[in-house]
């Protein structure tokens, strides 16, 4: 199998052991230098698994041979392939039709490869019944109905399943997986840290709900100290879990990265991807000469926390303009193009200026107006209209976090547990859910088009009437108005209503203060 993003295609690996000439050993069909290292690592793992190497000139095919192929995962064809056309392993072609896939160690182990989810499905769509794949990643692959998964530990394991239709003991005899069913993958998670934690700070915590419920995306700012990155810390708590189709989304973009824990079959919560402001722009939107997925495809479905945001340089931030409106990346190089999802949610946090103390209520700002035009142009304005919520978190006073009084209202037991804010923001997205049932890849409000918010989002005269002063009043862009009524939907649904009314606006409203 080769990929191109997300995309897989078949690859047949012929092989050709002829009697006469001397002795070699080639592969051609468009190879890279891990494929071609495979000679090796094929060589040794055949003579080590107690099978005779052929001492005759072989060459292997991998058709078709203007695909580029990369990496390690053809030592496992190439090998049974070499086994069969030398007749070290007797076996019809009909005996043995399937695909096999899978790195091999010098002892003939097979290793942990990465793709075998999209190995799975590609068989599926192809009608191939059975796949023989690593054991450490065969869970991956058992998810698929209708496609039998072997797990193969090594070689010679597989030599002996393969010749056992020619009269070996049936005890020899591989028996497939049974197949996952995605429900039992899926379960939540307990969370590491609850929004129980977080004193005070009810708005950032109403404005986190709004996000994690449509799926909006959402910037705090304020002082060092204030909670933000605590805020963020506990945002994966009150994330609903992964729908079925959802975590094979997920799980797709972290098989072909590689990334997929051994023996797991699915990805089990939504992904929470918060990289470092040094990471380069490759780092962030993917690349590479076989273009990899960058973080916001591995945040895809889940959140991309960028910490610091001004921290961050802008011609790095810029990049994810066009992802956050499409909902996918598209990395072009000279030798290919790949597309990877990239539908994220953005939770982003920021001091004022650079010293953080600007507009604090106890502390003085010690930066000259021009450092905070400075800091200020790192994020420009493009990216500030791509973001739903705007939120100004304020410092808590030191009171509320050293006092002893046991009154109801400074009690930990009395706040919102994650699990609370987490059922509603569960009921709120099965209403999406069934919103968007025709909408094939539409799983939240956020992820509407215009034309989706004319169908879903209804207004009366009065609240058109009022988004028509709030226009006036903040100057919104067409963008940022087709997110207000998105935002509004949310809060609507959060309230388990079908209608949006005014207050829901009024609410959405709020968030586009100018906080930045």
């Excluded at 450490?136 to 002996?160: K, N, P």
């Excluded at 340089?313 to 810029?318: F, I, K, V």
């Excluded at 200020?376 to 808590?396: M, N, T, Y």
């Excluded at 309230?495 to 959405?508: N, T, W």
Aim: glycine share 8%; aromatic share 6%.
């Amino acid at each position: 199998m080769a990929t191109v993003g997300l995309e897989s295609q078949e690859v047949l690996v012929e092989v050709d052991v002829a009697s006469k000439g001397f002795p070699a050993f080639e592969i051609v069909g468009l190879p890279d230098k891990a494929v071609g290292e495979s000679r090796a690592r094929v060589k040794k793992a055949i003579e080590n698994s107690g099978y005779k190497f052929p001492d005759k000139r072989i060459t292997v095919n991998l058709a078709p041979a203007g695909v580029r192929k990369v990496g390690s995962n053809y030592d496992l064809p190439i090998a049974v392939g070499i086994l069969l056309a030398s007749e070290v392993i007797g076996v019809e072609k009909k005996e043995i039709e399937g695909y096999y896939y899978g790195e091999l160690g010098l002892s003939g182990a097979v290793k942990h490869s990465r793709g075998v989810l999209l190995v799975g499905m590609l068989a599926k769509d192809n009608g191939i019944k059975e796949i023989f794949v690593p054991v450490e990643s065969s869970s991956e692959a058992a998810v698929i109905e209708g496609v039998s998964v072997y797990a193969v530990r090594t070689l010679g394991q597989l030599g002996d399943h393969l010749s056992v239709q020619v009269g070996l003991a049936n005890n020899k005899l591989m028996k497939p997986l049974s197949t996952i069913p995605i429900t039992d993958v899926t379960r939540e998670v307990e969370p590491v840290v609850d929004m129980r934690e977080v004193i005070g700070q009810e708005l950032a915590k109403r404005a986190a709900e709004i996000s994690a419920a449509g799926g909006h995306n959402l910037i705090l700012v304020g002082p060092p100290g204030a909670g933000k990155t605590m805020i963020a810390k506990a945002f994966p708590s009150i994330l609903p879990p992964l729908l079925p189709e959802e975590a094979l989304e997920v799980t797709k973009i972290y098989s072909v990265s590689g990334m997929m824990p051994a023996g797991q079959a699915l990805v089990r919560r939504r992904p929470f991807r918060s990289p470092h402001h040094t990471t380069s722009r490759a780092g962030l939107i993917g690349g590479g000469s076989n273009p990899m997925p960058g973080e916001i495809s591995l945040a895809h479905l889940g959140v991309l926390f960028l910490d610091e945001l001004p921290e961050f340089p802008r011609s790095t931030l810029e990049v994810l303009r066009q992802p956050m409106e499409d909902g996918v990346v598209q990395i072009t190089r000279v030798a290919g193009k790949a597309e990877y999802p990239a539908s994220f949610l953005l939770l982003a946090s920021a001091n004022p200026c650079p010293c953080g103390f600007l507009n604090h209520p106890y502390k003085e700002c010690r930066c000259g107006e021009r450092a905070i035009e400075k800091y200020r142009k790192r994020i420009s304005g493009p990216i500030l209209d791509r973001i739903d919520l705007h939120v100004w978190v304020d410092p808590v006073e030191v009171n509320k976090l050293t006092s002893q009084d046991n009154s109801k209202q400074d009690k930990v037991e009395s706040r919102e547990s994650s699990k609370m804010i987490r059922e509603r923001v569960e009921k709120a997205r099965k209403m999406q859910e069934a919103r968007f049932a025709e909408h094939n890849g539409i799983y939240s409000n956020s992820q509407m088009g215009n034309r989706l918010v004319k169908k879903y989002c209804k207004l009366s005269s009065d609240v058109r009437e009022f988004l028509t002063t709030a226009n006036t009043k903040y100057n919104l862009s067409a963008r940022a108005y087709y997110k207000v009524i998105k935002v509004a939907r949310t809060i609507a649904d959060l309230a388990g209503v079908d209608e949006i009314g005014l207050e829901h606006v009024a609410e959405a409203v709020q968030y586009r203060e100018d906080v930045w």
